[in-house]
């Protein structure tokens, strides 16, 4: 079992920036990828980045590509989301995710709100 806490979530102007941190514990270990997603009251979550545990590679998501920059300190088994320039179309609960090797993202965290004013 992985168990994930998410922070850092709040509330911001528009262009404006914030920094979400997951913490991960237990079978750490076994970790493959971590993600960010978010979702919006009656919206499908969707995905916003993620990083190879091991390696470090990152995906993003067309929306953020440019603003958002995911990251991961292996030593202190968090993920990070910069987040920059931040848009209200940004406003979401966003959630992290661990994929362990050979399943899909099967562990989540509570989700931390962020909300953009404009």
């Known amino acids: 079992q992985v168990q994930l806490v998410e922070s850092g979530g709040g509330v911001v102007q528009a262009g404006g920036s914030l920094r979400l941190s997951c913490a991960a514990s237990?079978?750490?270990?076994?970790?493959?990828?971590m993600g960010w997603f978010r979702q919006t009251p009656g919206k499908e979550r969707e995905f916003v980045a993620a990083?190879?545990?091991?390696?470090?590679?990152?995906y993003y998501a067309d929306s953020v590509k440019g603003r958002f920059t995911i990251s991961r300190n292996n030593a202190e088994n968090t993920a990070y989301l910069q987040m920059n320039s931040l848009k209200p179309e940004d406003t979401a609960v966003y959630y992290c995710?661990?994929?362990?090797?050979?399943?899909?993202?099967?562990?989540w965290g509570q989700g931390t709100q962020v909300t953009v004013s404009s």
């Open positions: 237990g079978r750490t270990f076994t970790i493959y990828n």
């Open positions: 990083v190879t545990w091991s390696v470090g590679s990152t």
């Open positions: 995710a661990a994929q362990t090797i050979g399943t899909t993202y099967n562990y």
